[in-house]
């Protein structure tokens, strides 16, 4: 099994970027998607979450500026981060879990990570 997120860089407050995350080795239609970020000295936390079935859940965090969303026909899920702001900067994982919500306990499988960094 391989998830490999792309998609980070370096952006400026007010932007936005698209994290993709492509999976293989796995039925990925039966898997919930997920997306976690790690700020320096910080623990790993929940960003967004997308189950099989197309619910999703969002950290309040992010709400109304990071939208997640998936296609089965490619194996990959996205996360649309738009009014991007410093306190955004991380490394972001994403995860594969057949029950997964918001815990990183869930989640079975994970991403390498992508950089997202804004500046001010």
């Known amino acids: 099994v391989q998830l490999q997120a792309s998609g980070g860089g370096l952006v400026q407050a007010g932007g936005s970027l698209r994290l993709s995350c492509a999976v293989s080795?796995?039925?990925?239609?039966?898997?919930?998607m997920g997306w976690f970020r790690q700020a320096p000295g910080k623990e790993r936390d929940f960003v967004a979450a997308?189950?099989?079935?197309?619910?999703?859940y969002y950290a309040d965090s992010v709400k109304g500026r990071f939208t997640i969303s998936r296609d089965s026909a490619r194996n990959t899920a996205y996360l649309r981060m738009t009014n991007l702001k410093p306190e955004d900067t991380a490394v972001y994982y994403c995860?594969?879990?057949?029950?997964?919500?918001?815990?990183?306990?869930?989640?079975?499988?994970w991403g390498q990570g992508t950089q997202v960094t804004v500046s001010s």
């Open positions: 997308i189950t099989w079935g197309g619910s999703t």
């Open positions: 080795g796995l039925a990925f239609s039966d898997y919930a």
């Open positions: 995860a594969a879990g057949r029950l997964a919500v918001h815990d990183n306990r869930e989640y079975d499988y």
